[in-house]
Structures are given as C-alpha cells and as structure tokens.
C-alpha cells in the first residue's frame, strides 16, 4: 500500500488575516506539520487555489465569494507555519477564469502525478471541508483511490450551518474513511 498525503489549500486567504478565512482553519496546523512530519506517506502533496483577478468564483464577476488566492499573491502562498520543505509536489487549481477548481483534480496534473508514484490511499487534510476537501475526495474516490479524510485536520466554511458534517456524512457514504 503506497500512501499520499494530500494537503488541500492551506494558504494565507484561508486562514485568519485572508481574504476568504476558514473558521479555525489555523487551527490544523500542528496536525498537518504531525503528518507531514511522521514519514508514513511515500508522497507529500500541497494543492493551492489559485486565481487569475477575474476568476469567474469573484463577487465582481457575479460568484459567491471575495476575491481570493489570487496567482503569486501573499494571499495564495502556503501557510507559512507549513513545513513545507517536505512537500515533494505543489499542484495549483482554478487557474483559469472559468475553472472552479474546487477539485485539486479539475485540469490539473495530480491524477498523473499519483498513478507516476504508484500510490493506492491518500489522506486528505486542509480548507475547507464543505469546498475543495469535499470535492477533492470525491473525485480521487471515482479515480479509485482509497481515501481517509483526517478530521483533525480539516475545518469547514459552513455558509449553512451543518454543511461540513453532510459533506463528510457524503464522503463516508461514497466510501471514504473519515477518522
Ligand atoms: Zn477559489
């Protein structure tokens, strides 16, 4: 069993002081740096949002959220707490105007990069649960992944209240283990 450890988004506009803060996203920090440093994954991954100034998701481009992450900005770089110096790939989303990239999958090389390293499990960390966590998971699950959502280390937006807790509910349903 090859193991991945998938750290979804924990970037500046995401945590307290962003543009977009997660509640408490900061405080997944100490789990992340726990796993990123336990040497169990073959493999360690960052995704991060990130936008071009007109990315469609953009209240002044008629979406749903503040302009966030925006490409080479402080806002989109990594949690500076992150030990980044073992995180052997960094794989960016929403690249594009008319790219959700909710799904660290959508357009991107992270298919390619995990089938490269042979991987079987990936356990997936980081900002936010009901968003890109859940979409992320889901689609590594339809590519046949074994997933493990850590719920100590991700935290969710919750727009509606509860949306975090049907996200994983969704999640285990769809065969993920959320521990
Ligand atoms: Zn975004």
Known sequence: MREALLIID???DFVAGGALPVPHGDEILDRVNELIDSNRFDLVIATRD?????HHSFKDQGGPWPPHCIQDSEGAELHP???????DVVVDAGFRAGLDGYSGFEKTRLESVLREH???????????TDYC???TALDALRQGFDVVLDTEGIRGIDVEPGDS????EELAGAGATVR
């Open 10 to 12: 924990f970037q500046n």
């Open 50 to 54: 990130w936008h071009p100034a007109d």
């Open 81 to 87: 707490g992150v030990h980044t110096d073992k995180i």
């Open 118 to 128: 042979d991987i079987d499990r990936v356990t997936v960390v980081g900002l936010a």
């Open 133 to 135: 966590v859940r979409h």
């Open 165 to 168: 807790q049907r996200a994983l």
